[in-house]
């Protein structure tokens, strides 16, 4: 209970007393310096979680591609040659469904023959994987028993030495 409180207390002592209260709460320069502060924190975090984002949904391009490639030597064990047909159901396809399990890639059988095939998985346009800027196409190429993962923005150059140089396929 503080002094003025009672009757007997002289206004000057009250107004003395009132001065000394301590203040509460922030000002609008102390809330203005705290936005910005979380502005500057969010604009640096938010690139850094979706690039972490989207390099963790690359491994639905890759599984969908093993997928393809364990089909593929099913087909070849009972066949003399490797498959286009993807979706086509057994036994005259591999039976696989064009895009990944949460759409985040189309896959493709872009070319087959007796001793190899080429496949992709290409981010689809309208999910964030379309925003993975060197790793949009992810790719498997088997050739002569050979097999060779590379990935790229818009292709795969398979005749570069290290088709993967991104390590788009890193895991």
């Not at 002094?3 to 203040?23: F, I």
């Not at 709460?25 to 924190?41: Q, R, S």
């Not at 080429?118 to 949009?136: P, V």
Request: with cysteine; proline share 2%.
């Amino acid at each position: 209970m503080s002094n003025c409180d009672h009757l007997l207390s002289t206004a000057r002592q009250c107004q003395r007393e009132g001065a000394r209260k301590p203040q509460r709460g922030f000002t609008l320069i102390e809330l203005m310096i705290g936005l910005a502060i979380v502005g500057i924190l969010t604009a640096i975090a938010m690139p850094i979680y979706m690039d972490s984002i989207r390099k963790n949904r690359r491994s639905e391009g890759i599984a969908a591609l093993s997928q393809l490639q364990q089909a593929q030597e099913r087909w070849r064990a009972n066949a003399s040659t490797y498959t286009t047909e993807l979706t086509t159901a057994l036994p005259n396809g591999l039976g696989l469904p064009a895009t990944t399990g949460a759409g985040y890639y189309a896959i493709a059988v872009t070319a087959a023959d007796a001793n190899s095939y080429t496949a992709t998985a290409t981010a689809q346009t309208g999910t964030s994987q379309a925003s993975d800027t060197n790793c949009r196409m992810l790719g498997v190429r088997m050739t002569g028993g050979n097999i060779r993962y590379g990935a790229g923005a818009s292709s795969v150059d398979w005749t570069a030495s290290d088709a993967d140089a991104l390590r788009c396929w890193a895991r």
